[in-house]
């Protein structure tokens, strides 16, 4: 990652830290929603149990390093921002062990040995290449992996990506993409990981009403037995270490 790309998102992290992060939603009933199924699918696809040593890459201000503490593993969430860091440091105290540092060369990450890593909408925010090289190489063999990650085929998520306007409405940085699910399983294949699972999943928006979220539940169970589930809003991988 370039300096301008680090400056980036540093200066997000202190957009973050300063209450922007509701552009992503997380506060409402919808987004209630959203955060538990992905926490959901990180803690059983990662098999977190307790004494299982945990990576959360780009923690944030700590909205799923609370919800994977609750598993019992054995955390350590990461972060580029100092602002967000600390916030999530407050949020979990002494159940995890929250530190600065960077995931594209493993500053900070040093002496770990780890079970898994995990991570939600993190990886297209970094030189994917040498993720793997500097932090899943800390990966013990046999130890697992979950992500979830925006998709590309999504139409919002590809205009977030393409269009300077939408862009800067929804706080998307210059720098930032998205994967379709062929190339993001690719991605993981290539550097000799085992994926078990990668597909599309979620048309459940964040903005969406309380009062109509059944609705959009029940529409949304519909939508991903058919093959409009392409265009879901996210992607979710899980795999192993070989």
């Known amino acids: 990652m370039s300096t301008d790309r ?11 830290a300063s209450g922007k992060e509701d552009v992503w939603g ?12 992905r926490a959901e699918f990180l803690v059983s696809a990662a098999k977190l149990s307790p004494g299982v040593r945990c990576l959360e890459l780009g923690c944030g201000t700590g909205e799923f390093t609370e919800r994977l503490v ?19 440091r407050k949020r979990v105290g002494e159940r995890a062990r ?9 500053e900070g990450l040093e002496g770990l040995e780890l079970d898994a890593i995990v991570g939600v909408s993190v990886l ?16 013990r063999p046999g130890g697992r992996f979950a ?3 925006p998709n590309m085929a999504n139409p919002q998520v590809w205009a977030e990506r393409n ?9 998307v940085t210059p720098h930032e993409t998205a994967f379709h699910v062929d190339e993001l399983r690719r991605r993981f294949e290539s550097a000799g990981f085992v ?7 979620e048309f459940l928006h964040p903005s969406t009403p309380a009062w109509l979220v059944p609705t959009a539940l029940s529409l949304e169970s519909r939508l991903e037995a058919t093959p409009l589930r392409s265009i879901a809003g996210s992607l979710r991988i899980a795999g192993a270490r070989p």
């Open 98 to 106: 929250v530190v600065v540092g960077n995931i594209e060369t493993g």
């Open 124 to 139: 297209h925010h970094v030189d994917l290449a040498a993720t793997f090289k500097h932090t899943f190489s800390l990966l």
């Open 70 to 88: 609750a598993s019992g593993c054995d955390l350590v969430a990461v972060d580029l921002s100092e602002e967000t860091a600390a916030l999530a």
């Open 163 to 171: 269009f300077e306007p939408v862009r800067r409405l929804r706080n």
């Open 147 to 149: 992500f979830t990650e």
């Open 195 to 201: 994926v078990e699972v990668c597909e599309p999943f």
């Open 26 to 37: 997380w506060s409402g009933r919808a987004g209630g929603i959203r955060a538990s199924r």
């Open 6 to 16: 680090y400056d980036a998102e540093r200066l997000q992290g202190k957009l973050i």
